[in-house]
């Protein structure tokens, strides 16, 4: 049983992390949620929206842990990052694909996880519209999970949970509007901090999501004032 | 084949890694060095050692890479980072132990090798004297060679080599006599910054491991002075 168990919610502050989080909510875990910064274009937006996420269903900082992994900004290889990809691609990879970027956030909420006896790790990914990043697929959290086994203590016992990984945008907003989560305090755009642009994949797909659900997403987007 | 090809080398400043460094020099690859702080006791320290040995083998700052992730300190969980472990222990690992520490700093060396293109990562872990750290197996190396294969993009391939894997730490020094390696520049202990402690755990391995190779260590230890 879930119940009443630690659990530790990766939250970015976008629409897929947001309903995530309630979903475990919903399941009656005791929740700790982690956000990281990687030196993405939009970071100090999707701090905000993670703080405010956090608020709103009143988790506190002893539950809260951010972390700044802004090497990965270093190491660069993706537009995500403001940085080109120096090496030859042969693959449909998109170019917003952050190298490994999962497994270097999945690894600290596993450290956090077995200090404070939790779990449970849920991260929103989805295989569905955005199956194009290797580090997005059930089947790398399955290793990853043997990863843990073998990487712990030998007491230490943690899952990793994706509630949305066969979920379209669609199937999150129709979600979302079930549970009842705040959509105007989360961020999906990849560029802008303002006004969302509407024109990044990460807009694209939100936009897509909410008009095939029918349902009027309340953020502002500057392409369509 | 191995030579030539770009390889990042873990290197901590202890004498572990300043031997794996060696032998991965040996085998004629490109070497990449990278070093991770994470707000251990001797972090300065090693800090310096790690400059004085990318210095040793002429290693330039375009083929290093210096990390920190000081959040490992912030979650605490080891004697290592200075603080305790609240949770309860019915198990035989150290209580040096940190909570999953070699899967984050491998995922940062996986995303620094996906970008830069190298082949292969070497650490220099070693089940035989320390045994006790589950993420110092060979078994945790071979499944997260997994997790690299399905987290990567299809074309990235990245082998993790483990050469010290099977030596006791008199293996070590002997192999390090034979490959002329700088020990005077290594740092093993875990408490001290000045003269090593000669006491800790760690000291005690190095001290056994070179009297037992009937070799003299050429670093000065507090307690013995």
């Given at each position: 049983m879930i119940k009443n168990k630690k659990a530790i919610v990766l939250v970015s502050g976008g629409m897929d992390s947001l309903l995530t989080l309630a979903i475990a909510i919903k399941q009656d875990v005791e929740p700790y949620t982690l956000h990281v910064n990687y030196g993405q274009n939009t970071q100090q937006k999707e701090l905000k929206a993670y703080k405010n996420i956090n608020n709103y269903y009143n988790i506190g900082a002893e539950r809260s842990l951010i972390v700044d992994i802004d090497y990965l900004k270093k190491i660069g290889g993706s537009t995500l990052l403001g940085t080109s990809f120096n090496i030859k691609k042969n693959d449909?990879?998109?170019?917003s694909y952050v190298p490994f970027r999962n497994a270097n956030i999945l690894s600290i909420a596993v450290s956090w996880a077995e200090v404070i006896g939790a779990n449970y790790i849920f991260i929103g990914a989805?295989?569905?519209?955005?199956?194009?990043?290797?580090?997005?697929?059930r089947e790398f959290f399955d290793v990853f999970e043997k990863t843990i086994e073998l990487g712990t203590r030998p007491d230490t016992k943690i899952k990793i949970l994706t509630p949305?990984?066969?979920?379209t945008k669609e199937d999150i907003v129709r979600k979302g509007v079930e549970l009842d989560?705040?959509?105007?305090l989360s961020w999906s755009c990849?560029?802008?901090?303002?006004?969302?642009?509407?024109?990044?994949p990460s807009c694209k797909l939100r936009i897509n999501g909410f008009k095939k659900a029918k349902v009027n997403d309340p953020i502002k987007y500057s392409s369509i004032l």
């Open positions: 449909k990879i998109p170019n989805s295989e569905v519209d955005f199956s194009g990043y290797p580090d997005c697929r949305l990984i066969s979920m989560i705040p959509f105007e990849y560029y802008n901090e303002e006004y969302a642009c509407g024109e990044c």
